[in-house]
């Protein structure tokens, strides 16, 4: 149940691609800048590779519901392949938005989407996470590409806030902490409408 | 504080400020966090608990018995299959008066195997003599486990206390939490000093020794007093918290009750969701309501009596199937509860959410749908049913 300030996210990823942490991240963040949050994640099967979903609900009052979110505004897919398993669009809200992590275009995505209309985004987060980190960590790029398109947070509080929790994060590798800054701006500026 | 955190987080900073003198531990999901994060404080040298990591669950309730009986302070966490494998020493601890604390985060058993949330685990350790108090979001689970050493500790109480959330629902998700300062929280809970205990040099005891028929039965009577008068030591408790937080917490929480036709009775975070739902109707001009039960032991059998004398129907959602064959163990209690009054509302019962099956509001709206029927009509239908079935034999 939604209220009219109340912002819906669902992500779509794999087990290990980090779609619970950037969804926790985001609720940590949002709540700092005085949002009240929900970030919970859906547990299927517990292994790596497995789809898994998570939730957040981001609004200007407290909200009572702890139900899945079944009606998103904004859904984010962290990994291109879930569009031949998963109905990502399902229930995606009139006015909302698809956020894809892949390196084709719109018109290659958009005939995947099991004719969705809606506004569709793509950021090819993987070559991102992949030049800057050298590894595959798709969730940060995706993070900063959601705030961006749905003006959820204004994006320099966002960027601001999110230091201290990479450094709380990523305490035992500070070293990751520079590169993920820069895949978030980077990724901001990226992500394009298609 | 303000910040966000998901409630084990919550519950493990809460034993943080507490700084028990020992802590049982063995991981089982979707508890294991607490002793994780808690392990990270003992590591950090930010508590001075002795933490033991045990090779089972019967043995972390085993530990917290034999360090609560020699005087310390004993925390301890767990779920599901974890709880039932405590199942022995649930009794040995309740019965030996020793106050532990344990943060049950409420999880289905098996079989089929499955890790998500439904309260079939406290539920079948309610008559294990334990104080169950369940809470609805990560704040609850925060305030609850403060409370929890108060309540259990005192003399007239002298009982374990089981401070219970929903798994993965509450213990996974991040939301927003008032924290107290660990200064106001120490002050609050005070240094656990207890009267009689096994390491006491004045005055040396047994703990646990034979109870022949002689004395086994005035045992249990003083057990059942001890909870019996926990019910005014919790309000008292709660109280205290009032005035170092501003949050009020009762053995239930009435949501627009006062003048409610239709109600529904319900534990932990789908009292939540339901609250939308009430205020959503209540908008529409319907005259419903919730009763959320925070305390489930000792049982509020008086003052559910009292929130639903004056409705018309009442449906009791249980989280847990008992397998009675008539009903769940929140409905049992709470018609038992309205027994004897000289007027009751129509009661049905609807058991939902058995390993994870989401609750929404569409779902608590669909409950009001039919109680509005009932209301109108008389007729309850079949008393006890299974919320959003399957039909046989569909896949999908």
């Not at chain 2, 040995?92 to 344990?102: G, H, M, N, T, W």
Request: charged share 20%; with cysteine.
């Amino acid at each position: 149940m939604a209220n009219k300030t109340m912002v819906e996210i669902r992500w779509h990823g794999r087990g290990g691609q980090g779609a619970k942490m950037a969804c926790l991240l985001l609720a940590e963040v949002a709540g700092q800048v005085g949002k009240f949050v929900q970030g919970f994640p859906e547990y299927g099967p517990e292994r790596m590779g497995a789809p898994i979903t998570a939730y957040n609900r981001i609004s200007d009052t407290r909200c009572p519901v702890h139900s899945n979110i079944y009606t998103p505004d904004y859904v984010v897919v962290l990994d291109e392949t879930l569009l031949d398993s998963v109905d990502v669009t399902h229930g995606l809200r009139d006015g909302g938005a698809i956020i894809v992590n892949t390196p084709s275009s719109g018109e290659v995505i958009r005939p995947k989407l099991r004719g969705y209309t809606g506004a569709l985004y793509t950021l090819d987060a993987r070559h991102l996470s992949e030049e800057i980190l050298g590894r595959n960590f798709p969730n940060t790029a995706l993070l900063a590409a959601v705030v961006k398109v749905s003006g959820v947070l204004e994006l320099e509080a966002f960027l601001e806030h999110i230091e201290a929790s990479f450094r709380k994060k990523f305490a035992t590798k500070p070293q990751v902490i520079a590169g993920n800054l820069e895949i978030l701006r980077k990724a901001s500026e990226e992500v394009m409408q298609g | 504080m303000k910040t966000a955190l998901s409630g084990n987080e919550a519950v493990a900073y809460a034993m943080k400020q507490i700084n028990p003198d020992v802590m049982g531990a063995f991981p089982i999901t979707p508890s294991t966090e607490i002793p994780e994060y808690f392990a990270q404080y003992v590591a950090d040298g930010v508590v001075t608990t002795e933490f033991v990591t045990t090779e089972s669950e019967h043995s972390s309730m085993s530990v917290c018995i034999a360090a609560s009986a020699a005087g310390a302070r004993s925390v301890c966490a767990t779920s599901s299959c974890g709880l039932a494998l405590m199942h022995e020493m649930l009794y040995v601890a309740a019965s030996s008066r020793l106050p532990i604390v344990l943060a049950c985060v409420n999880r289905a058993l098996s079989g089929p195997i499955n890790i998500n949330n439904d309260h079939s685990d406290s539920m079948g350790s309610r008559d294990a003599g334990w104080i169950q108090i369940y809470a609805e979001n990560n704040q609850e689970a925060y305030d609850n486990f403060i409370m929890s050493f108060l309540i259990g500790e005192t003399p007239q109480v002298r009982l374990p206390v089981m401070a219970c959330m929903d798994g993965f629902i509450t213990s996974h998700a991040v939301e927003n939490i008032e924290l107290l300062d660990t200064e106001v929280v120490q002050g609050f809970v005070g240094t656990y000093e207890p009267e009689h205990y096994l390491l006491k040099k004045e005055n040396p005891l047994a703990v646990g020794p034979y109870d022949l028929s002689a004395f086994y039965m005035e045992h249990k009577v003083m057990q059942a007093e001890a909870i019996r008068a926990s019910k005014a030591r919790i309000l008292q408790v709660a109280e205290n918290l009032a005035a170092i937080s501003g949050r009020h917490y009762g053995l239930i929480e009435c949501h627009q009750m006062e003048d409610a036709e239709l109600a529904l009775v319900l534990i932990g975070s789908s009292a939540g969701t339901a609250k939308a739902s009430v205020d959503e109707l209540r908008q529409m001009g319907q005259k419903v309501g919730l009763v959320k039960v925070r305390v489930f032991r000792p049982f509020p059998a008086e003052e559910l009596a009292e929130a639903l004398y004056h409705t018309k129907a009442v449906a009791v959602l249980d989280k847990a199937e008992s397998f009675s064959g008539c009903g769940g163990p929140l409905f049992a209690e709470t018609r038992s509860a309205l027994y004897d009054l000289p007027q009751r509302p129509q009661l049905i019962n609807l058991v939902y959410g058995l390993g994870g099956r989401d609750f929404t509001t569409e779902s608590a709206r669909s409950v009001f749908e039919r109680l509005a029927q009932i209301a109108e009509t008389g007729e309850t239908g079949p008393r006890y049913a299974h919320m959003g079935q399957r039909t046989r034999g569909s896949a999908t």
